[in-house]
């Protein structure tokens, strides 16, 4: 049963400090994308690419956030510096092509003190 | 442009009530549609979907038909558990472009 990870499940940090997030998406797929989940904005696309392309990253804030893929088995999120207001679950999500169906992963959940 | 309306919540149904939740779209084109739940602590899962007009997804006791001339997607379940108590998105998918659009979420509860 094909899943998608992510690591790490959970992260506290000091409010400065670099997040690195990961995330494995489903061998072959070649969509990815990344969600932040909050209680006060729901869920938001922040990036997503396609064959390892970023095609939209207009969700993000660009001047602390990066979203790469270094390769098709690796997509990574960063955020340098982190601040309290970034506390939320995290999500990458794959899928196969336009149209078909996202396979979420479980989230990171980031608190940023 | 494309977009997703469903309804607000939170809901509070009794266990074995019928369940509806209703969703709306706008899209160009001929989207896909789909349902998402997330239960606590979890990432989102396909509940349902529906790739064309008049299509109705079903799974776990859940329907929902694609209705073009209504532009609505609405979740639906007979007989609701305690164990369906979860967050419900609607989410629609262009037939151009690889974004999806997901609606604000319908928190679900039923109780014993």
């Known amino acids: 049963d094909a899943r998608v990870t992510q690591t790490p499940r959970h992260k506290v940090t000091e409010m400065g400090q670099e997040v690195t997030m990961r995330c494995q998406p489903i061998l072959g797929h070649n969509t990815v994308f990344w969600y932040r989940q909050t209680m006060m904005q729901g869920l938001e696309l922040l990036a997503y690419f396609r064959n390892r392309a970023p095609l939209d990253d207009s969700g993000m804030p660009k001047d602390r956030f990066s979203a790469e893929m270094p390769d098709a088995t690796l997509a990574t999120l960063k955020i340098q510096p982190s601040e309290p207001r970034d506390s939320a679950v995290y999500f990458c999500?794959?899928?196969?092509?336009?149209?078909?169906?996202?396979?979420f992963g479980p989230g990171t959940r980031l608190l940023v003190l | 442009g494309n977009s997703v309306t469903q309804m607000e919540g939170p809901v509070t149904l009794s266990e074995e009530a019928f369940l509806t939740i209703n969703c709306t779209y706008t899209a160009t084109g001929y989207p896909s549609l789909f349902w998402y739940v997330q239960y606590p602590g979890e990432g989102l899962q396909l509940l349902l979907k529906?790739?064309?007009?008049?299509d109705k997804g079903s799974n776990k006791g859940f329907e929902a038909t694609y209705r073009k001339e209504t532009t609505s997607f609405h979740l639906e379940k007979g007989s609701v558990q305690v164990s369906d108590s979860a967050v419900y998105f609607c989410?629609?998918?262009?037939?151009?472009?690889?974004?999806?659009?997901f609606g604000t979420g319908t928190s679900l509860t039923v109780i014993p």
């Open positions: 999500a794959s899928g196969l092509e336009p149209q078909e169906t996202q396979y």
């Open positions: 989410a629609l998918s262009p037939n151009t472009g690889n974004q999806f659009y």
């Open positions: 529906a790739t064309k007009a008049d």
